[in-house]
């Protein structure tokens, strides 16, 4: 069971790829994947979107994760996470950095989030060199 | 022609808007017609972070009506937005876009509206608005990409 204060993720997506990346998470790390709530913009308008993130957002300290910050995802996770000490956002979620905040998630937010952006652009690399 | 694409989308810019229309039509300038977000700066910051390099410009109805004939004579590429379809028929009163194009981008389902397409839902009002811009001139077709296929006011109306 997880500290009182660890994080919990949102992972904020296009289409069904928070599912996707949340249920990928699953099957490599297992039960610390339930640190995670996937959440799809499909269908929904950005008022109705707004509120989904708040509620599942809550109260506790809480890392928005979206897809693109350009997009409706990131507009609403900015508008969710605006003003508020305790709700932090990232853009561009890739798989390693999920994989990171789910062992790591009760780092202080802060130092969670510096932590999750380093190690997700670090786990972009081109194995074989250049072409 | 520099108003290279006016389009209704209740997300006004987001990634079909800057990647799937933007990538084809590369605008220089995105302007936001809308009443209440003309006095919202913290709204207005939201969506210039989702237009990257691209300026954004925020302005109500009438002041868009009176500067609508230097936009189409300005070199720059730009999209004009409204999230709803009666800023749109605003903006639209006097013929002032007849002939042009104006493409239903996106309004999801709520309150009072019903499915016309997967991406478009529209209450009564919505319809009647829709049909006065006809009237006024402009040629309304729903398509959420440029590549999807094209859905004229009658087959939408029909619905």
Not at chain 1, 49 to 70: H, I, M, N, T, Y
Not at chain 2, 129 to 139: K, N
């Amino acid at each position: 069971m997880s500290e009182p204060s660890a994080a919990t993720g949102v992972v904020l997506a296009h289409g069904d790829m928070a599912r996707g990346l949340v249920g990928a998470v699953r099957r490599i790390a297992g039960d610390a994947a339930d640190g995670l709530v996937p959440l799809s913009n499909e269908g929904k308008s950005p008022d109705v979107l707004r509120r989904e993130l708040d509620d599942v957002a809550g109260s506790g300290p809480v890392v928005v994760f979206v897809d693109l910050s350009s997009g409706s995802c990131g507009v609403a996770g900015l508008a969710c996470c605006r003003d508020e000490a305790l709700r932090a956002l990232v853009g561009g979620v890739n798989l390693p950095m999920l994989l990171d905040f789910v062992f790591h998630r009760e780092l202080p937010l802060g130092e969670l989030v510096d932590r999750l952006v380093e190690n997700g652009r670090a786990s972009i690399d081109q194995p074989l060199g250049r072409s | 022609m520099p108003i290279v694409l006016h389009r209704i989308d209740e997300r006004l810019i987001h990634g079909q808007v800057v990647i799937g229309w933007g990538h084809q039509l590369r605008p220089e300038r995105y302007l936001v017609i809308d009443d209440e977000l003309v006095g919202s700066e913290w709204e207005q910051d939201l969506y210039r972070l989702g237009a990257g390099d691209v300026g954004v410009e925020f302005l109500d109805v009438e002041t868009a009506r009176r500067r609508m004939p230097e936009w189409r004579e300005s070199p720059e590429r730009t999209i004009l937005l409204t999230r709803n379809v009666a800023t749109m028929r605003r903006l639209a009163e006097g013929r002032l876009l007849s002939g042009e194009r104006v493409n239903l981008g996106g309004i999801h389902h709520g309150p009072g509206r019903s499915e016309v397409l997967t991406y478009l839902h529209l209450t009564d009002q919505d319809r009647e608005d829709l049909r006065a811009m006809a009237e006024q001139g402009a040629i309304v077709t729903a398509r959420d990409l440029p590549d999807a296929h094209g859905v004229g006011l009658d087959t939408l109306l029909r619905s």
